[in-house]
């Protein structure tokens, strides 16, 4: 903490009123709402899989659907929906999916050491879903990255506490449902969790291969999906894909020396992610810098890549505000985050097929920012505390409180 300075996050650890948390509540319940009254199936994407489902059922293959991007287990998983009727399908999954980035939010804030009474637990998530578009895309479409969205968190949150067994089960049942956080395999490599490991590969692949048994296809995802994932051949898709890959076509540039300039840009992604780790600071910014670092490389090269798998990393990123040196407390994190803003209109990106751009730039900028954190000296390990003021005694009821810092975090003089 610099000496004589205040810092925020004495103030934003401190209790919510009950104003704050009806405030949060109408901001949560409005995108829900607006999903149940325009949706069917709780929204496009979340019908593609229980369309995949109702088509198992009727004893065809869910992957003759090209759009339907999931392992064999979310057919599965998706069967209990084809017995609800439409009505309730249109209020319960825009609920659960708010529900599931709100818990996602408050596995963020533990590992941040936040309190989830705290006035950053309600702004925060308030913030995010007022003030980010992608959340309120992901909630109308009923997309199933929430499922990424709520256990990269819980899983970073039982690995800062040494349950790494556990956050590897956590994460192999979220690639059960859809393998958007695979590339979290090599977090464990580079933590030299060999049996956390074994457990994140041995869980999706006893699903997958115990649900392929049920389809008529069994290798279907191998066979028709993976080309699918690793080319990108849907010229509809490709107008809301993020990716470099994607997106440097459409500006003139050919598609081999795209997918080079993405390939490499993940590539660089990773390796910084390699060094943030192994500089072995104290505290909880280790493990999210590496996880996002990882995620947001990973989302440079994917295909498809979306604006709302943006919503894996930046809460995250986002509860790491109290922290001194924390990328959220980068301007360039702030600036990368101006496209998303709702109603925001710029000149020639009015259409929905061309936010894309915006969406590339968003991707590429917050990439950018958590690489860089590793070239960062370790700054102040220490959490959010209660009370963080000038260094001088002041005469204030907010000097008396006493300051939070969490567990493991080192603690520095007052």
């Given amino acids: 903490m610099t000496t004589g300075k205040s810092d925020i996050s004495g103030w934003l650890v401190r209790p919510a009123t009950w104003h704050l948390w009806a405030v949060l509540a109408a901001v949560l319940a409005a995108p829900a709402a607006h999903a149940a009254r325009t949706t069917a199936d709780g929204g496009m994407d979340n019908a593609i899989v229980v369309r995949a489902a109702r088509t198992w059922l009727a004893g065809g293959s869910p992957y003759d659907d090209p759009h339907f991007l999931y392992l064999p287990g979310a057919v599965l998983a998706a069967a209990p929906q084809t017995l609800l009727p439409p009505g309730a399908l249109r209020v319960l999954v825009p609920v659960t999916v708010t529900a599931c980035l709100a818990l996602g939010w408050a596995c963020a804030l533990r590992l941040h050491g936040v309190p989830l009474h705290s006035r950053f637990a309600a702004l925060g998530l308030a913030g995010l879903a007022a003030g980010f578009a992608p959340f309120g895309h992901l909630v109308l479409l009923g997309n199933w990255t929430v499922t990424a969205a709520l256990a990269l968190p819980l899983c970073l949150l039982l690995a800062g506490r040494g349950r790494w067994v556990a956050a590897g089960a956590v994460v192999g049942a979220a690639v059960t449902l859809k393998p958007l956080l695979a590339p979290m395999a090599l977090l464990f490599v580079l933590a030299r969790r060999w049996r956390a490991l074994g457990v994140l590969v041995l869980v999706?692949?006893?699903?997958?291969?115990?649900?392929?048994?049920?389809?008529?296809?069994?290798?279907?995802?191998?066979?028709?999906?993976?080309?699918?994932?690793?080319?990108?051949?849907?010229?509809?898709?490709?107008?809301?894909?993020?990716?470099?890959?994607?997106?440097?076509?459409?500006?003139?540039?050919?598609?081999?020396?795209?997918?080079?300039?993405?390939?490499?840009?993940?590539?660089?992604?990773?390796?910084?992610?390699?060094?943030r780790w192994r500089r072995a600071d104290p505290g909880p910014l280790r493990l999210v810098e590496t996880s996002t670092g990882l995620m947001l490389s990973v989302f440079l090269v994917s295909r498809p890549s979306y604006d709302h798998y943006l919503l894996v990393v930046l809460p995250l990123l986002l509860a790491g505000l109290p922290y001194p040196g924390s990328a959220a407390r980068r301007p360039w994190f702030w600036l990368a985050l101006v496209p998303q803003l709702p109603g925001l209109t710029w000149p020639y990106l009015e259409t929905a097929r061309r936010r894309a751009f915006k969406d590339a730039v968003t991707l590429g900028v917050l990439a950018a920012t958590v690489a860089r954190q590793a070239f960062r000296p370790g700054g102040d390990a220490a959490g959010p505390r209660r009370g963080a003021g000038p260094a001088h005694p002041v005469h204030s009821k907010e000097a008396a409180i006493p300051r939070f810092d969490p567990p493991g975090a080192p603690r520095y003089p007052a």
């Fill in 204 to 275: 999706p692949a006893a699903a997958s291969a115990a649900a392929a048994l049920a389809l008529p296809d069994p290798t279907g995802f191998l066979t028709r999906t993976l080309p699918f994932l690793l080319h990108g051949d849907d010229g509809f898709v490709r107008l809301y894909e993020a990716s470099p890959a994607a997106v440097l076509p459409r500006l003139g540039t050919p598609r081999p020396a795209a997918g080079a300039v993405a390939l490499l840009a993940a590539a660089a992604g990773v390796l910084c992610a390699r060094r």
